[in-house]
């Protein structure tokens, strides 16, 4: 007989009380404005090169993650599925870099790198999100990834979706549209990992503390990004006081 | 002029060919915008057989074709082993820095 998945009850609650905010992240406002058709080229490339930026910044926390995880300590399926995830975040970063180049909004990787739209910019919300996440290399790797993968994700796939559905032009749309089956995998992920890892009182107590902390500094990423695309005159330094 | 694809069946998807193109400022070697993501590369932008960067970094057999030939270029034959001195490589990055 099979046996009941310890985590089951909770990895759903996580999922089912992240689903409902992926109508009201800050990416509302872009989605709205892409669908009126009323950004311009300069914004989607504030869009595209912010995005890349905090993408590119996941080596740094996933980096940190990987270093603590030790041979064993887990099933193989585990560490085949985080690094599964640490090589679609790549494709994704590498796709962002990618699109600046087809855009003509640089020619070259290195001269995007230097541009102001693609700076991390350590004092901000995509900054505030990324310091956090790499916060959770202390903590069992069960956790930070129904953290990562239960909270942002899902607030991720909702404008992922809606965001490539309201974009005009067919390269950008593309270029959303085509992260959403590895996005989606990611929330999968975290299920899967809640499911089979967090069982005892203490994990589970602090499974929903780490969920709720990557969604609400998440959505403080997408708040500086939000801003930075629809307020020309703001720049991304601005989001470290929200 | 003879073009470059990838074989899609044999490459591994280890993403080197992507990085030396980049890294040298041609950017033939694409991630298709389709769920998949697979490597492609764009003739038009490839400048085979002045170029096989990728081909020195790809660690996959047959992986990149020649597609006139079908010939397999992984590991490159001795006939693209040619002068492969600094200048040569030099002459690439600046035709392609002069390129529109």
Known sequence: MATALPGKELAEALEAESRPRTLRTPMEGIVEAAAAQALTDDQYFRLVGQLWAMKRMYYYVYGAWGSSLTINQYPPSVDYLFAKQIYDESTHEMLYSQAILHKGWAKFQRSALRHPYCQFVPASGIGLYIFSMRGLANYAHSLRMAAIDLGPKVLELGWLERLAAAIEDDYLQKLFASQVPETRSHIIMGRFMVERFVSQPVDVALCKELVSTARRDYTTALLGIADFVLTPAVSPQRSVSH | ?100
Do not use: Q
């Not at chain 2, 992507?18 to 490839?46: M, Q, S, T, W």
């Open chain 2, 1 to 100: 002029m003879p073009t470059l694809r990838v074989d899609h069946a044999k490459c591994t998807e280890c993403r080197m060919c992507y990085y030396a193109c980049e890294e040298i400022g041609i950017n033939a070697v694409y991630i298709d915008l389709e769920p998949r993501h697979r490597f492609e590369i764009d003739a038009h932008k490839c400048t085979y057989p002045t170029c096989v960067v990728c081909l020195m970094y790809c660690p996959a057999p047959g992986s990149i074709v020649e597609v006139e030939t079908g010939r397999s270029l992984v590991p490159p034959p001795p006939d693209l082993w040619r002068d492969r001195s600094e200048k040569w490589l030099r002459d690439v990055i600046l035709a392609a820095k002069e390129r529109p």
